[in-house]
T-cell receptor, first 114, second 112 residues
């Protein structure tokens, strides 16, 4: 079946602009996660959605970052007033309810802020 | 925050050799997972471990959940060129709501 998809695959923007990154999880997966991966680093947790529960936003680095998940499926990560330090690969993952530690990742969106 | 330690950053082996990678932490983890990431791709789950002492295999890969719950290792036997990539360990802490903590990864190179 189809895996996690993300769009765009690459995004180049100017400092100060807003960007939206999209994630389509695996069909039927109830949990969705966003991570950020900077060059040569491991993955940094950003936000977690599980079903209808309130999202865990504890990893968002600043109030310029927000995410929503509509209809329990597609999610959008928004970064407002982008800064150069926001440049990274943004990865989305999803998992099934009974195996929520086994997360399946999308290919990521590479964001470059000039 | 909590960290998972992976070292060295890079490993170089000859095709056909076995390789072992370790992941340690000062904190107790409830689950341990091993992922592999190829360039331009997202991480792919290799093995998930749920119980202290658990030893699990997936083809040429074997991983163990340490008895102390503070470490895990991944073994790759009879390495082949397509084993190249970045290997990440990850884990979940008690009460951490399934959000994964990742190590910084080990880049594996396999010489033919």
């Amino acid at each position: 079946g189809a895996g996690v998809s993300q769009s765009p695959s690459n995004k180049v923007t100017e400092k100060g602009k807003d960007v939206e990154l999209r994630c389509d999880p695996i069909s039927g997966h109830t949990a969705l996660y966003w991570y950020r991966q900077s060059l040569g680093q491991g993955l940094e947790f950003l936000i977690y959605f599980q079903g209808n529960s309130a999202p865990d936003k504890s990893g968002l680095p600043s109030d310029r970052f927000s995410a929503e998940r509509t209809g329990g499926s597609v999610s959008t990560l928004t970064i407002q007033r982008t800064q150069q330090e926001d440049s990274a690969v943004y990865l989305c993952a999803s998992s099934a309810e009974d195996f929520d530690n086994e997360q399946f990742f999308g290919p990521g969106t590479r964001l470059t802020v000039l | 925050g909590q960290q998972l330690n992976q070292s060295p950053q890079s490993m170089f082996i000859q095709e056909g050799e076995d390789v072992s990678m370790n992941c340690t932490s000062s904190s107790i983890f409830n689950t341990w997972l091993w992922y592999k990431q190829d360039p331009g791709e997202g991480p792919v789950l290799l093995i998930a471990l749920y119980k202290a002492g658990e030893l699990t295999s997936n083809g040429r890969l074997t991983a163990q959940f340490g008895i102390t719950r503070k470490d895990s290792f991944l073994n790759i036997s009879a390495s082949i060129p397509s084993d190249v990539g970045i290997y990440f360990c990850a884990g979940t802490l008690t009460g951490a709501n399934s959000k994964l903590t990742f190590g910084k990864g080990i880049t594996l190179s396999v010489r033919p």
